[in-house]
């Protein structure tokens, strides 16, 4: 496997690597990763291949690896050692990842976890939406095609990429819960640890502060709440490139002692603790290709509050531990608020979600990844490795 990204830098890329690759070793296969070097970062784990990164202007929480470095840890892996190669980025990765899979003579699957389309914009606010638009999906369908298989992780988006035009085989296949690595957490714990007193309303919003996350939204949502809860705190656990206007959003909104900014909370008893610290959790993004932390609220019996959108359908269209709300703040805001004067029913949610969750079983899930791995080995898709002198001539691209 192979990523741009991986913990600490925590997302739902480095989740899902983590996920899967967990189930597959337990399972007995040898599963080495390349990923960047973050500064001050080990690894117990000598199968994790740390390359040497530097860093990266326009994403400062991001390194890109080191070409040279790829290449050289390339050159010394052996044709007859690995069945297949497994890229999770389409950066620097796709490129190493097409061109190692070329040199060991092996098919090369990816898994599409990002929905570029739908954010690019944000970061790119003088070019013209239409325009970016055209460009991803150009990206995406050149990407997509020149890889043997993909994963997909929600219907939507296996819908998204064959609009694309994207010709090669879709295997649609969330990532799991390892559910024995889950809680238990402790709202009472979480509230000491942090000041709060525990019989104020709660509501959590965790992932990263990034402008396609909508987070506005229930920013205004939670404006019409406190017309209602007054002592109502909103608790965000995260960072990303908008945490800075959305502290300054909060101050110009007079909400400065109803919205606490945590940042990263450490995967593990911090972050447990803050999901069930909440009598609600709250989700508005529209642009996941899943929603993994949705999913990881549910499994900790906290029921959740969410727009429906893009990948999230799959997690929120039964309704299980969940109520689904409209992307406009007036019926979000009516939504939480009502739940948060029906503690039984919150009670009832929770156990809901909770039974829902329980089938997103990662040990599951991460045996038809196996079967995607297995028809992929099995429609004879590998190339013929190259000769010494090829692979020095044509490296991947930069």
């Known amino acids: 496997m192979i990523s741009d990204v991986y913990f600490p830098r925590v997302n739902g890329v480095s ?3 983590q996920s899967f690759r967990n189930t597959l070793r337990a399972d007995g296969h040898k599963v080495t990763l390349v990923v960047p070097a973050y500064p001050g970062t080990t690894d117990d784990d000598a199968d994790v291949v740390r390359i040497r990164s530097r860093y990266l202007a326009v994403d400062p929480e991001d390194r890109i690896m ?30 190493y990842g097409l061109w190692l899979a070329r040199r060991l003579g092996v098919p090369v699957i990816e898994t599409y976890h990002t929905h570029f389309e739908e954010y690019l914009y944000h970061y790119l606010p003088l070019v013209p939406k239409r325009l970016t638009r055209l460009v991803t999906r150009w990206f995406s369908r050149r990407q997509c095609n020149a890889v043997d298989a993909l994963v997909v992780p929600s219907r939507a988006f296996e819908a998204v990429l064959q609009n694309y035009g994207v010709q090669k085989p879709l295997w649609r296949l969330p990532t799991g819960l390892e559910l024995e690595r889950i809680g238990p957490g402790s709202r009472r714990r979480f509230c000491a ?10 509501l959590v919003h965790i992932g990263r502060l990034a402008h396609e996350k909508n987070i506005g939204l229930i920013l205004d ?23 800075t206007s959305l502290v300054r959003r909060v101050r ?13 909370l450490k995967r593990g008893e911090p972050l447990w603790d803050c999901y069930c610290a909440g009598d609600l959790f709250v989700f508005a993004s529209q642009t996941e290709t899943q929603g993994l932390v949705l999913l990881e609220a549910l499994a900790l019996g906290v029921p959740v509050v969410s727009i429906a959108a893009l990948g999230t359908h799959d997690i929120l269209d039964l309704g299980r531990g969940a109520v689904v709300a409209e992307n406009d703040p007036e019926d979000f805001a009516s939504k939480v608020s009502s739940l948060l004067e029906q503690p039984e ?16 079983s990662a040990a599951a899930l991460g045996k038809r990844l196996i079967d995607v791995y297995q028809a992929t080995l099995g429609a004879g898709r590998a190339p013929d490795p190259l000769s010494a002198e090829v692979l020095r001539s044509n490296p991947p691209p930069a």
């Open 345 to 360: 029913r919150r009670y009832a949610l929770g156990l809901q979600g909770q039974e829902f969750a329980a089938q997103w």
């Open 15 to 17: 989740t899902s690597i």
């Open 221 to 243: 949502a939670l404006r019409r709440v406190r017309s209602i809860h007054p002592r109502v705190l909103l608790v965000i656990a995260g960072e990303g490139p908008a945490r």
């Open 252 to 264: 110009s909104m007079g909400l400065a002692a109803n919205v606490r900014f945590l940042g990263y």
């Open 66 to 95: 080191r070409r040279t470095e790829l290449l050289q840890f390339g050159r010394r892996l052996v044709a007859g050692d690995y069945d297949i190669v497994h890229i999770h980025t389409p950066f620097l990765a796709h490129h």
């Open 193 to 202: 640890r942090h000041g709060i007193d525990p019989n104020r309303p709660i």
